[in-house]
C-alpha cells in the first residue's frame, strides 16, 4: 500500500482556513501532511482545523512563541506514538519551527527554516538555525522524513530568476552549501530525484507583481530522505492553483507518493491533538 505525504506552507492557517485549505484538505488522498507557517497556537491552529479534526485528521503542532510568525505541525490519518518539539536547541526550542513525529519505524518531521535577510541580524539568526538543525540532521539514525519551507533554493534550477538574485537571502552561498553538506551527508532530495532535469518545479511565487501568472517561482519547498526511505518514492509533484485566485497561500502543496512508507500507517488511533514533549 503506498503512502502520500505533502508538505505545504499555509501562509497562516486561520486565514488557509477560509481560503480553500479546508477543501483541499478534504480532497486530498494524502496520509500526512506537514504545515508550516501556522502563525498561531496550539488552540487557535486546532480551531481553524475543526472541519478536518472533526473528519479524522490528527493535529501535532508546535506553537511559536513569536505570536504572528513560524509555527509547524503535522496532520495525519492515524496518530503517531510519539511527538517532540524542537531538535535539543536551547535558543530555538519555543520558536515553532520544529516538529516531529514517530509513525513505529520512521519519523516524520515539519521544518520551518527561517527566512533571513542578507547582511541582517535576521540573517545571521537564520545561520545559527541552520548550524543547529544541521548538526542535529546528521547526528541522527533510522528511518526519516523531514519536510518542509526550507527557505533555500539549492541550485540555478531552483528559481526562476536566478541571476537577478545570487545576493539575495534563500539562493546564497552559504545557504547552497548547507543544503549541499545535507546531501553529502546521505539525505536526498526526492523531489529533485524524480525531476533532475526540470526547471522547479516550483512552490513559491511572490503576491507581488505577475509572478504566479508567469511562473517566476522558487522550488524552496522541499521533502528530505534518508536515502533507505528514498528509494521508496515513486511520485512527486507540485500541486498548483490553476488560477491565481484559487490559491490558498502563497505556496503550493509538494506531494510526494512512496510505494511504502516502513512503519506507517500505525493501528492506533488518536486524538484530534495529541500531546507533545520537548526535545
Same mark, same amino acid.
Given at each position: 500500500?503506498?503512502?502520500?505525504?505533502? &508538505?505545504?506552507?499555509?501562509?497562516?492557517?486561520?486565514?488557509?482556513?477560509?481560503? /480553500?485549505?479546508? !477543501?483541499?484538505?478534504?480532497?486530498?488522498?494524502?496520509?500526512?501532511?506537514?504545515?508550516?507557517?501556522?502563525?498561531?497556537?496550539?488552540?487557535?491552529? !486546532?480551531?481553524? %482545523?475543526?472541519?478536518?479534526?472533526?473528519?479524522?485528521?490528527?493535529?501535532?503542532?508546535?506553537?511559536?512563541?513569536?505570536? $504572528?510568525?513560524?509555527?509547524?505541525?503535522?496532520?495525519?490519518?492515524? !496518530?503517531?506514538?510519539?511527538?517532540?518539539? $524542537?531538535? $535539543?536547541?536551547?535558543?530555538?526550542? !519555543?520558536?515553532?519551527?520544529?516538529?516531529?513525529?514517530?509513525?513505529?519505524?520512521? &519519523?516524520?518531521?515539519?521544518?520551518?527554516?527561517?527566512?533571513?535577510?542578507?547582511?541582517?541580524?535576521?540573517?545571521?539568526?537564520?545561520?545559527? @538555525?541552520?548550524?543547529?538543525?544541521?548538526?542535529?540532521?546528521?547526528?541522527?539514525?533510522?528511518?526519516?522524513?523531514?519536510? /518542509? +519551507?526550507?527557505?533555500?533554493?539549492?541550485?540555478?534550477?531552483?528559481?526562476?530568476?536566478?541571476?537577478?538574485?545570487?545576493?539575495?537571502? $534563500?539562493? %546564497?552561498?552559504?545557504?547552497?552549501?548547507?543544503?549541499?553538506?545535507? %546531501?553529502?551527508?546521505?539525505?536526498?532530495?526526492?523531489?529533485?530525484?524524480?525531476?533532475?532535469?526540470?526547471?522547479?518545479?516550483?512552490?513559491?511565487?511572490?503576491?507581488?507583481?505577475?509572478? @504566479? +501568472?508567469?511562473?517566476? /517561482?522558487?522550488?524552496?519547498?522541499?521533502?528530505?530522505?534518508?536515502?533507505?526511505?528514498?528509494?521508496?518514492?515513486?511520485?512527486?509533484?507540485?500541486?498548483?492553483?490553476?488560477?491565481?485566485?484559487?490559491?490558498?497561500?502563497?505556496?503550493?502543496?509538494?506531494?510526494?507518493? @512512496?510505494?511504502?512508507?516502513?512503519?506507517?500507517?500505525?493501528?492506533?488511533?488518536?486524538?484530534?491533538?495529541?500531546?507533545?514533549?520537548?526535545?
Amino acid at each position: 500500500m503506498s503512502t502520500i505525504l505533502s &508538505t505545504v506552507n499555509v501562509n497562516g492557517v486561520r486565514a488557509a482556513a477560509t481560503k /480553500g485549505m479546508l !477543501a483541499w484538505l478534504a480532497a486530498t488522498e494524502a496520509d500526512i501532511v506537514c504545515l508550516q507557517e501556522t502563525r498561531a497556537t496550539d488552540a487557535q491552529t !486546532a480551531a481553524a %482545523l475543526a472541519p478536518a479534526l472533526d473528519a479524522g485528521w490528527v493535529l501535532s503542532h508546535a506553537e511559536p512563541e513569536s505570536k $504572528g510568525r513560524a509555527g509547524v505541525g503535522i496532520l495525519s490519518r492515524r !496518530a503517531p506514538k510519539a511527538v517532540r518539539v $524542537g531538535f $535539543g536547541s536551547t535558543e530555538f526550542a !519555543a520558536s515553532g519551527r520544529y516538529i516531529e513525529a514517530d509513525f513505529d519505524e520512521v &519519523t516524520v518531521a515539519s521544518v520551518y527554516v527561517h527566512s533571513g535577510e542578507e547582511n541582517t541580524p535576521k540573517q545571521d539568526e537564520k545561520y545559527r @538555525f541552520m548550524a543547529e538543525f544541521g548538526a542535529y540532521l546528521k547526528a541522527r539514525t533510522g528511518d526519516f522524513v523531514v519536510s /518542509g +519551507d526550507w527557505n533555500i533554493a539549492p541550485a540555478e534550477v531552483d528559481l526562476k530568476n536566478w541571476k537577478g538574485n545570487q545576493k539575495s537571502a $534563500g539562493f %546564497l552561498p552559504e545557504e547552497r552549501a548547507w543544503i549541499a553538506e545535507l %546531501l553529502a551527508a546521505g539525505y536526498v532530495d526526492v523531489v529533485r530525484a524524480l525531476h533532475p532535469d526540470v526547471a522547479g518545479p516550483y512552490s513559491w511565487w511572490s503576491y507581488r507583481g505577475r509572478a @504566479f +501568472d508567469n511562473d517566476s /517561482g522558487w522550488r524552496i519547498d522541499a521533502v528530505y530522505t534518508t536515502e533507505h526511505i528514498a528509494q521508496f518514492a515513486t511520485d512527486a509533484r507540485v500541486e498548483r492553483a490553476a488560477t491565481y485566485d484559487q490559491r490558498w497561500s502563497d505556496h503550493a502543496p509538494v506531494t510526494v507518493t @512512496f510505494s511504502e512508507l516502513p512503519g506507517y500507517p500505525v493501528t492506533e488511533v488518536g486524538s484530534a491533538l495529541v500531546g507533545v514533549s520537548t526535545a
